[in-house]
């Protein structure tokens, strides 16, 4: 089965609208953290954003934020305020607790920002 | 600069021949990975390191494959007898600290691997 789930191969946002990328989930792990990480053309990760299976509120940072629901098992991005910038490949990845410190990532989501 | 380096950026072998990809982390992280992308796909786990012990090599795909990092800070990751299923992006990355935590790993720019 497929830890990590992303079943958008590719979307479109209009420039300055907000846009979901969908994220789901598999571990029977009780403790286990979630990382949203960006890859331009250029092929850099750039780390976006982290949450804790504990962690009660949804992390943010800056335009970023991750729609956790913990029940469903998913972990969805929501970039708002899209800039032209923000085109490039999205990977969501899982660390667990059990299998140490390896991040297990999805097939990723290919996002377009159109002007 | 302050991030992962890894060189060369590319790499063109032919099938059969040895290859050493370099991994430079940042300075004073204790854990250090590698991981191999196909292309269109996500990355994939090779291995990890805690300074200079490698503690996971559960995603080495073959014994052709060999990764070390002897002084706890660079690490050499080395393909023996290429093979075209080889060919793919491997990326080196790096976190501050050792125990399981929040802390992102931080990426380089990757080796393109090609093998003819």
């Known amino acids: 089965a497929q830890k990590i789930t992303q079943t958008q191969p590719g979307m479109f946002v209009q420039e300055k609208e907000a846009v979901t990328l969908d994220c789901t989930y598999d571990?029977?792990?009780?403790?286990?953290?979630l990382f949203w990480y960006k890859q331009p053309s250029s092929g850099e990760m750039i780390f976006l954003i982290y949450?804790?299976?504990?962690?009660?509120q949804n992390a943010t940072e800056g335009r970023y934020s991750l729609n956790f629901q913990k029940a469903r098992k998913s972990a969805n991005l929501v970039i708002s305020a899209s800039q032209l910038g923000d085109s490039a490949m999205y990977f969501c990845?899982?660390?667990?607790?059990?299998?140490?410190?390896?991040?297990?990532f999805g097939a990723g989501t290919i996002l377009r920002v159109k002007s | 600069g302050a991030g992962v380096s890894q060189s060369p950026r590319y790499k063109v072998a032919k099938r059969g021949q040895d290859v050493a990809l370099r991994c430079d982390p940042i300075?004073?992280?204790?854990?250090l990975f590698w991981y191999q992308q196909a292309l269109g796909q996500g990355p994939e786990f090779l291995t990890y390191f805690q300074n200079e012990a490698q503690l996971d090599k559960s995603g080495l795909p073959s014994d052709r494959f060999f990764a070390e990092r002897p002084e706890g800070s660079v690490s050499t990751l080395k393909i023996q007898r290429t093979q075209q299923e080889d060919s793919a992006v491997y990326l080196c990355?790096?976190?501050?600290?050792?125990?399981?935590?929040?802390?992102?790993?931080?990426f380089g720019d990757g080796t393109r691997l090609s093998i003819l």
């Open positions: 990355a790096s976190s501050r600290l050792a125990a399981y935590s929040n802390q992102p790993q931080h």
């Open positions: 949450q804790g299976s504990y962690d009660e």
């Open positions: 571990t029977s792990d009780q403790s286990y953290g």
């Open positions: 990845a899982m660390r667990e607790r059990e299998y140490g410190n390896k991040l297990v």
């Open positions: 300075s004073g992280h204790v854990s």
